[in-house]
């Protein structure tokens, strides 16, 4: 059950980054077809976010009444009958109304399942988990490509998805008796893992949050030593990386003079390197710890960072260590999720995970606007700063957190 559950999540990751650049792929070709100017796409961005983020505040709540099976196969049926909606849609209004119920899928399932995941599995899986993500969101462009170049039109692209959201449901709804079958794993103090997680696991005394279980109220979460430490480092990291995806090209266009086409393929691979790195990171991930991942890949940001503002007549550096950043991003996500159980433990994970989605999707939803401000009004030079501010605001938090938890370990 243990290894036939996984391989569901798995597909499941996959599934839901799928939709996740269909509305970028497909926007040129869409606002001319709905007669709505281009920067329209921030609204239905901002709409998606926004029901986002309130399921991930929710999830808590609605996970303990409901159980993470259910939670997810309703949440990804909400998705697949908003991707479809999408594609019958011929007005932006009705995109918009449709947007509703894709953003509170999103982050409903999104908190739920990473939650799942943290308490469930080893971190090598939460590694791979979230390169299936990445994998996902890249196949979709490929998809409306496809729909486009075929004559299909855009809203193909979207039934398509939305079809097979729908199979990944009807899949998820068989499963759900598989859900409360795999046991807890348990963790070491550096958010390492001791025993693999499977049938017959011993549990300690701190439970995962399941159905049926207490509530845990937003404010009783947030006043949890360290819990602000974490969203802050979050916030950072997810504002480092969202930022780094819309306007590391641009960057290297106005400020660096590389070529367009060139600045283009290496934003791409800043997005492959943080895909490639998490399935590199799964191999090593169980033994460095969660802490350690976090701390280098930091560290191997940083480094990225510094070449990209070398001030050097070659744009080598710049190239590379955009890529590098990217390696750098690969395993922060995943571990600071992983993490949780250990650091707050496991009746209160779903709660602050879902807090920390929310968190997620406020920093890359403000952070590149802020940065395309500030930019308009200092120059686009500007942006290693920016991400650097980013780096030295994660770490410090982080380490705050790790120094608090070594002392509750001491006192344990």
């Known amino acids: 059950m243990y290894s036939l559950l996984l391989a569901i999540i798995y597909i499941a990751f996959i599934s839901l980054g799928l939709p996740d650049a269909l509305v970028g792929a497909g926007w040129p070709v869409m606002h001319e077809s709905l007669g709505v100017p281009v920067a329209f796409a921030g609204i239905l961005s901002m709409i998606i976010a926004a029901g986002t983020i309130l399921s991930s505040l929710a999830s ?29 849609s011929d007005s932006f209004w009705m995109l918009c109304l449709w947007a509703i119920p894709y953003g509170l899928g999103a982050g409903a399932v999104d908190a ?20 299936c993500w990445g994998l996902g969101a890249s196949i979709s462009p ?46 070491s103090g550096d958010g390492a893992v001791g025993d693999e997680a499977g049938e017959g696991a011993d549990q300690d005394d701190d439970e995962p949050a399941g159905r049926g279980a207490s ?23 997810c504002a480092l990386e969202s930022t780094a995806i819309l306007w590391a090209s641009t960057y290297l266009v106005a400020d660096r003079g590389v070529a367009p086409a060139t600045a283009a393929a290496f934003g791409a691979l800043f997005l492959l390197g943080v ?16 802490r350690g991942m976090i701390r280098g890949g930091f560290a191997t940001v940083g480094l990225g960072i510094v070449l990209l503002a070398l001030p050097v007549p070659t744009n080598v550096f710049a190239l590379a260590g955009l890529v590098i950043a990217g390696l750098g991003c690969a ?3 995943p571990a600071i ?7 707050f433990g496991r009746r209160n994970s779903q709660a602050i995970i879902g807090i920390q989605m929310a968190a997620a999707y406020t920093g890359s939803t403000f952070a590149p606007p802020l940065f395309g401000a500030i930019s308009a009004w200092t120059g686009m030079w500007i942006l290693p700063l920016f991400l650097a501010v980013l780096v030295v605001l994660g770490v410090l938090m982080s380490e705050r957190l790790n120094r608090l938890v070594r002392r509750r370990e001491l006192v344990a």
């Open 112 to 131: 739920a399942l990473n939650n799942y995941v943290a308490v469930h599995y080893a971190a090598r899986h939460m590694n791979w988990l979230h390169a």
């Open 331 to 333: 395993p922060i996500y």
């Open 142 to 187: 490929f998809i409306m490509s496809y729909t486009l170049s075929s004559g299909m039109g855009w809203s193909s692209a979207y039934l398509i998805v939305g079809v097979l959201q729908a199979v990944l449901t009807f899949a998820l709804l068989i499963s759900i008796p598989l859900w409360g079958k795999v046991n807890p794993i348990v963790p």
């Open 275 to 290: 895909t490639a790195g998490r399935f590199l990171a799964g191999f090593f991930a169980d033994k460095v710890g969660d």
């Open 337 to 343: 999720i992983h993490s949780t159980p250990v650091n």
């Open 215 to 237: 509530h845990v109220p937003l404010a009783q979460a947030l006043r949890i030593p360290g819990v602000l430490f974490i969203l802050t480092a979050f916030f950072a990291y």
């Open 60 to 88: 808590e709540r609605i996970t303990r009444r409901f159980g993470v099976g259910i939670v997810t196969a309703v949440s990804v049926g909400m998705t697949a009958a908003a991707l479809v909606g999408f594609s019958v």
